[in-house]
């Protein structure tokens, strides 16, 4: 099992950075399938960005790509999303989400993984 808790949201304006963590405790994450999900009110989770184990390869959904980079740190057993040109349309609860057993749906659905952080919040004004 591993337990996830994100850190680094907050409000910025449009054309701003910000990098969201998400720190793992227990299992080793490096080995599970980990995705950065976000969420506004009222409409459907949706994934933002995935990597698989090994860290070797990324995926973006199309409104993120050359914006948004995710990257995970072994050593620290934790992952990262850094965004960059932060729009409006950028703001959402922002979640990380790991899942320890394939097959592994792409485009990543919410419902296969089993572990969730509690969401940080991003939120950019125009």
């Known amino acids: 099992q591993v337990h996830l808790v994100e850190s680094g949201g907050g409000s910025v304006q449009a054309g701003g950075s910000l990098r969201l963590s998400c720190a793992a405790s227990?299992?080793?994450?490096?080995?599970?399938?980990m995705a950065w999900f976000r969420q506004t009110p009222g409409k459907e989770r949706e994934w933002v960005a995935v990597?698989?184990?090994?860290?070797?390869?990324?995926y973006y959904t199309d409104s993120v790509k050359g914006r948004f980079t995710i990257s995970q740190d072994n050593a620290k057993n934790t992952l990262y999303l850094q965004m960059n040109s932060l729009k409006p349309e950028d703001t959402a609860m922002y979640y990380c989400?790991?899942?320890?057993?394939?097959?592994?749906?792409?485009?990543?659905?919410?419902?296969?993984?089993?572990?969730w952080g509690q969401g940080t919040q991003v939120t950019v004004s125009s």
């Open positions: 989400a790991a899942q320890g057993r394939g097959p592994y749906v792409y485009p990543p659905q919410p419902a296969p993984f089993g572990y």
């Open positions: 990597i698989y184990p090994g860290g070797r390869t990324t």
């Open positions: 227990g299992d080793t994450y490096s080995s599970y399938y």
